[in-house]
């Protein structure tokens, strides 16, 4: 029976991989560098050498290894293809075929945020939990969604897109999906920061924001101070999110709510502003699901990984 796993998260810069024993124990982690040049062509033969080099030095024999779970930025369907990423260059490629022959070991394959949700699930935020939705709040908004511990990935390998659900039909800026008024462009460390400066632009209140870079963190900071501003901006913010929140939850009634990503470092109040507005708009039955801060930050995407190999093979 297989005693280890890898699980591997690709981002734009770098991939980070991780040796883990079946029980999800992380026995050693480490990142290699993502090369996007030449259309992409490096990143899976790179990731297989790594990982053969690493199974080699912890004499780990190819019998004893279940197989590589990997997340990567962009949709990806049941038979392990992806149509691109624009991110790593990539076009259409079948990820799964491409590393097993790379590494010679199983291969499963799915999108960087909801493999992220699985480890949130699995060992963070959402453990013990069988349903579950993750929210990300970073330079954009991820997501993704577990029902009866299983990804929600949908025909496309959309599912679990949350950042792109539409929450202000009346925003005349484009999202960097084409469309107008996404939760990104609201709930990410770039829309707060672009809330912050309208809303600096249109009130005369003073604020400790004039005068200095304006930044999710420092919008969080001056709210913590008991800024005016800043808590009008917070509420914009967690009016929108707490709504979309609410109408997720009607539909896959999760037994917790993660919320993690950089502006999730803001902690408590984040999460109290959030939880506030979420109950104003959720379903009853719906309503007393808790929202928790997500516990794995960076290792998220490769603890997920390893659990979607673990869940394919069986182990």
């Avoid at 800043?230 to 037994?255: H, K, M, Q, T, Y």
């Amino acid at each position: 029976m297989a005693q280890y796993c890898f699980g591997i998260d690709v981002g734009g810069t770098t991939i980070k991989c991780g040796l883990f024993d079946t029980s999800g124990k992380v026995l050693d982690k480490w990142e290699i560098k993502t090369r996007v040049e030449e259309g992409g062509m490096h990143i899976l033969p790179d990731v297989a050498e790594s990982i053969l080099r690493k199974a080699k030095d912890a004499s780990i024999p190819a019998k004893d290894v279940a197989g590589i779970g990997i997340g990567v930025p962009g949709p990806v369907n049941e038979k392990g293809e992806i149509p691109c990423a624009v991110n790593l260059h990539w076009g259409q490629k079948c990820i799964e075929e491409e590393l097993r022959t790379l590494s010679g070991y199983p291969v499963k394959a799915a999108n960087d945020a909801n493999v992220a949700a699985l480890g949130e699930m699995w060992k963070g935020g959402g453990e013990g939990a069988r349903n579950m939705i993750l929210v990300t709040l970073g330079t954009g908004v991820g997501g993704g969604i577990i029902v009866n511990g299983r990804i929600v990935a949908g025909a496309h390998g959309a599912g679990g897109e949350i950042g792109h659900a539409c929450v202000d039909p009346n925003e005349e800026e484009a999202c960097n999906c084409g469309g107008h008024g996404c939760l990104e462009q609201t709930a990410s460390a770039t829309g707060i920061a672009r809330i912050a400066r309208r809303m600096l632009a249109q009130s005369e209140k003073t604020s400790v924001l004039r005068g200095q870079e304006i930044t999710a963190k420092a919008v969080f900071d001056a709210y913590k101070e008991g800024d005016q501003l800043a808590a009008d901006i917070v509420s914009v913010f967690s009016d929108c999110l707490g709504r979309a929140l609410g109408n997720f939850s009607c539909v896959v009634d999760p037994e917790v709510i993660v919320i993690g990503g950089g502006v999730s470092k803001a902690g408590d109040v984040l999460i109290q502003a959030v939880e506030k507005s979420y109950k104003k708009y959720a379903f009853s039955a719906c309503r007393d699901t808790p929202l928790v801060l997500a516990k794995l930050g960076n290792d998220a995407g490769i603890v997920g990984a390893a659990k979607l190999i673990l869940d394919a093979v069986g182990s």
